[in-house]
């Protein structure tokens, strides 16, 4: 039981750390978004988990843990606008994404990767300085 709550926790904690960074960024999907699309993959793997434990002959724990990556697409496809021949918001659906794997990781004990996985993920999207520093290199090269 106490696991499973320091689970949740870190889930929200690692939720909040790059949901806060995409509020900063002032991207559709921020703080509350994010965290709480974390704290759901946790929630739903557990219960694939417990699922699991209360009748192992059943195989619901893959099951229930592809449908959860499964439907953050359909929350992913409404973060991306097509906008003017552009295309917006792919990033904030893979942070989403991305986020469901590590609230995964969370409610399975992968406390090291949970965290090293947002970290890699909060250091690609701070990507976007270096991304807007080339775009720049090459108009003044044109």
């Not at 759901?40 to 449908?67: E, M, P, W």
Request: net charge positive.
């Amino acid at each position: 039981m106490i696991l499973t709550i320091s689970h949740l926790l870190l889930a929200v904690c690692l939720g909040l750390w790059i949901g806060y960074e995409r509020e900063r960024q002032q991207k559709p999907a921020g703080i509350r978004d994010i965290t709480l699309i974390t704290l759901g993959a946790c929630v739903f793997t557990i219960i694939a988990f417990k699922v699991h434990q209360i009748d192992i002959t059943r195989n619901d724990l893959g099951r229930i843990i592809s449908y959860t990556i499964a439907s953050i697409g359909f929350l992913g496809s409404g973060a991306i606008i097509h906008n003017k021949g552009d295309v917006e918001g792919i990033t904030t659906a893979s942070s989403l994404w991305s986020m469901v794997g590590t609230g995964i990781l969370c409610a399975m004990g992968e406390i090291s990767l949970a965290i090293i996985t947002t970290a890699l993920i909060y250091g690609i999207l701070k990507l976007k300085h270096l991304q807007i520093k080339i775009e720049q290199w090459k108009i003044k090269k044109s």
